[in-house]
């Protein structure tokens, strides 16, 4: 069992940055591909980020490439999402993700086996 725990989120202008953090407890944090989505109101959860095990390999959702950078600390049990260049629609909750299979799609939530409480991230214009 892994639980995950996100933090930092909040209201920030257009064109700021924020830096989420998930925080995971439990199993061997560091065997698991972690990922980052997000859901706004009345959309479905749409894929962010992904990350490997190892913090090798990244992958991003298109809306977002550019502007958003996924890394993690395995000594500290701790993924990241630093966003910068916001905007609007980025406004939603914003939830980590952990899986064991690494070889499954990245942007697939079925794919992932647990998942954090979320945290709120809004942009304001």
């Known amino acids: 069992q892994v639980q995950l725990v996100e933090s930092g989120g909040g209201l920030v202008q257009a064109g700021g940055s924020l830096r989420l953090s998930c925080v995971a407890s439990g199993r061997t944090f560091s065997r698991y591909t972690m990922g980052w989505f997000r859901q706004a109101p009345g959309k479905e959860r749409e894929f962010v980020a992904a990350?490997?095990?190892?913090?090798?390999?990244?992958y991003y959702g298109n809306t977002i490439k550019g502007r958003f950078t996924i890394s993690r600390d395995n000594a500290k049990n701790t993924m990241y999402l630093q966003m910068n260049s916001q905007k609007p629609e980025d406004t939603a909750v914003y939830y980590c993700?952990?899986?064991?299979?690494?070889?499954?799609?990245?942007?697939?939530?079925?794919?992932?086996?647990?998942w954090g409480q979320g945290t709120q991230v809004t942009v304001s214009s």
């Open positions: 993700a952990a899986r064991y299979d690494y070889s499954s799609r990245n942007d697939y939530t079925a794919n992932y086996d647990y």
């Open positions: 990350i490997s095990w190892s913090g090798s390999s990244t």
